[in-house]
């Protein structure tokens, strides 16, 4: 969350995307499957953590539907989702069964040695793609 005022505020941000040799798609390259069930979010993981291994990289996650949670992020990792996937989170909830995690990515927080910049997650060309929580059938606990 910014605050302050934005136009008094320096940005730091350069868009350098374009300039990105390495680009790999998650299915073609790294075994993800399109499946309504099966969670992903390990060979997600292993995915990011190896592009990051090799200094920067983009991410193509092709049509299909694909269940995670958890995902870190790495430096100088892009996720480029084609408008024909659907990102569903891998619910999960705990021993108590009153907190449902829909974390499904994260970059820590700017006091953690998790903490990570350069990272992004777009459409390809700018397209929408879809996150699609609604098979869970309890709202209660969902904040987005």
Known sequence: MLTGNPLEMKSYYRETIDTIKIVKNVVADYGMISSETENQS??????IND????????????????????????????????????LKPAWREDISKKTIMIAMMHTGSKSSPEYIENCSIRGIDGKQFTVDFTDKKTRKYLRL
């Open 42 to 47: 390990s060979k997600l993981q292993n995915t």
């Open 51 to 86: 592009i990051s291994e090799k200094g920067e990289g983009k991410l193509i996650i092709s049509d299909g539907i694909y269940r995670f949670y958890g995902i870190m992020f790495k430096p100088n990792v892009h996720l480029l989702i084609s408008s024909g996937a659907i």
